[in-house]
Every structure is written in structure tokens, then in C-alpha cells.
């Protein structure tokens, strides 16, 4: 892996929610600061290196490494939740290299995982990008023979069967239709072709919103944010595959409440952080590679932050 070779682990700057170190995940794990913090971290929300066929400019593994790389720290990821807490590891998809068909690393990466902690499997889901380039471009634009990859995916799993939720803190707005039909109070009530009965006044009350599926669409799509401007700013290269805010978002206000504690050992360009403070929610964010911390800095300069002595 091309990670940045070990250093020592430094508090790179501090914001009033949270703090972000520059190390690998693994010595940061292993280190007397996140002793402070073990069964404290109510979700630990992360989107590690992909297990893709080919490297990449900010690292990764390939094949039976990658694998066995994960699992190895499932463990200690493990000892950081605090009771009811959660892990969602973001995966993305790999194809056999030269040839047009998909890897199964992706899924085996996430089975050792699950294994090597005796995590439950609690909800898969899918975070689809329409804006997404297409990929993997030899079979999609040169050969013609695959539709493009556009989606990631997101595995919530936890110690237990039954961590915190709740999904009353993701409703999405209601439609036009089912607007009208609170407002007229009448529809058709009866059997359905599946079996299913609604009754009279099964969806006659009025909940604040529509429960959401476990498909998210978010385009990554914008070039102007705070963080790409401060980037071209400061002469920095941004993360190259950023997660899209709307995904850390959603994670977070479903599984914690205000100040509960979100930790990302694999921070990037620290949308996590983010998305935690402007949340109200305590953070750790972990990242080894400095030019992308320095780079993070550009998600907070509307907030008040201290560079660490």
C-alpha cells in the first residue's frame, strides 16, 4: 500500500467539536490518545482505501492483502464503540483486472471484517452518484459491453442487534401526492395485489416527513466549495475521491444524537469531521497522509480553530 510511511502521531488542529490527527489508522489505534476514547464512539463512520485492482493516488491494497488489511482492524474498531454504538464501512466496487467482470473482494473484504470481530450485519446500503463518471471506461466507453458503475456500498454493522437509530432523524419530505392525500384524507383502502391490507387510516397521519429507503442519491459534483477554493488557495491537491457530504450526513444524524462522539480513522479530506461539527456532534478524525490534512483545514475556516502546540 502507498500509505505514508510511519511517523510520529500529531493533533494537526482542533476545532470546538473536534480534533483531527495525522498518523495511520493502525498506530493510531494503538496509541495512549485513543485509550482515551475506547467505549466512548458512538458511530464509527469511515470510507477506508477501496479494494481496487489498480493503485490509486491516495493508496490501497489489492486482492488477498486488502483482505486480510481490513480485517485486521475490525478488533480495535470493536473496542471503540461505546454500548448501542455502530461501524459503517463505505466499499466500492472492484473488477478483475483486464477482464470485464467484477471482483468479489469487495464483499470477502467484508466477511473477514465481520468475522474477525463478531459483528452483526445490520442493513446494507447503496449510495448511488448519478454524476459519477463512467467506469471502469475500457468496457463502458471503449468496448461498449457494461453500463457504468455508479454507486458505492455502505455496511452498517454492531456488536449487537440492536444499536441506537432512529429514523425519525432522516425523514424525507413528503410528496405532492402524499401531500395532497393528508390534506383530502381519502384514498383507496382494501387489499393489494401483494396481500398487504391497508386499513381506513393507515397513512392518514401526518409523521413529518417519509421514511427513507435504504438507496441514497447524492452527486458529488461541485468545483467551487470551501474546501477545493482554500485548496487552490494554499497550492494543496485535494482528496481525489471525496465522499459526498450528503452521505456523512445522513449516517449521522440516523445513528447518534447531538454530542455523541463520530470517529473516522480513514479521514481524507475529512467530510466526517465536517459534517460531525456542523451536526453538533463531538468528532475524531484520523489521516495519514499531511497534504490532505492541511488540505481538510478548508472544511472549518468558518469556525473558530487553534493550531495544536
Known amino acids: 500500500m502507498s500509505s505514508p510511511t510511519k511517523q510520529p502521531l500529531w493533533l494537526a488542529y482542533s476545532t470546538e467539536h473536534g480534533e483531527v490527527y495525522c498518523a495511520l489508522a493502525e498506530q493510531f489505534l494503538a496509541s495512549k490518545v485513543a485509550s482515551k476514547y475506547r467505549g466512548k464512539v458512538q458511530l464509527l ?57 467484477m471482483s468479489t473482494l469487495a464483499l470477502e473484504a467484508l466477511l473477514a471484517f465481520r468475522a474477525a470481530a463478531h459483528l452483526r450485519l445490520i442493513q446494507q446500503f447503496v449510495a448511488h452518484n448519478p454524476a459519477r463518471l463512467p467506469s471502469p471506461a475500457q468496457w463502458v466507453n471503449v468496448e461498449r459491453i457494461r453500463v457504468k458503475d455508479s454507486f458505492t456500498h455502505l455496511w452498517w454493522l454492531a456488536p449487537s442487534d440492536r444499536p441506537y437509530a432512529d429514523n425519525r432523524s432522516v425523514l424525507q419530505a413528503y410528496s405532492d401526492s402524499m401531500k395532497e392525500l393528508l390534506r383530502s384524507r381519502q384514498y383507496n383502502s382494501g387489499k393489494r395485489p401483494s396481500g398487504h391490507k391497508v386499513g381506513k387510516k ?6 413529518g416527513g417519509s421514511i427513507p429507503s435504504n438507496v441514497l442519491n447524492f452527486s458529488n459534483t461541485s468545483s467551487t466549495d470551501a474546501y477545493q477554493e482554500y485548496c487552490r488557495q494554499k497550492d494543496l ?57 492541511r488540505g481538510s483545514r478548508g472544511r472549518f475556516q468558518d469556525k473558530m480553530m487553534r493550531r495544536a502546540s
Open 45 to 101: 463512520f469511515t470510507s477506508p482505501p477501496f479494494p481496487l485492482n489498480r493503485k490509486k493516488k491516495y493508496g490501497n491494497l489489492r486482492g488477498s492483502e486488502y483482505q486480510e488489511w481490513l480485517a485486521t482492524f475490525a478488533p480495535s474498531f470493536r473496542k471503540m464503540l461505546a454500548p448501542g454504538g455502530s461501524i459503517v464501512l463505505e466499499l466500492g466496487n472492484a473488477w478483475e483486472p483486464g477482464r470485464p467482470i
Open 202 to 207: 393507515s397513512f392518514l397521519r401526518d409523521n
Open 237 to 293: 491537491k485535494p482528496h481525489p475521491a471525496r465522499m459526498q457530504t450528503g452521505v456523512a450526513e445522513f449516517f449521522i444524524k440516523f445513528l447518534t444524537r447531538p454530542g455523541d462522539l463520530v470517529f473516522d480513522p480513514f479521514a481524507g479530506s475529512n467530510t466526517t469531521g465536517a459534517m460531525a461539527e456542523a451536526l453538533g456532534r463531538n468528532w475524531i478524525s484520523v489521516e495519514a497522509n499531511k497534504e490532505y490534512v
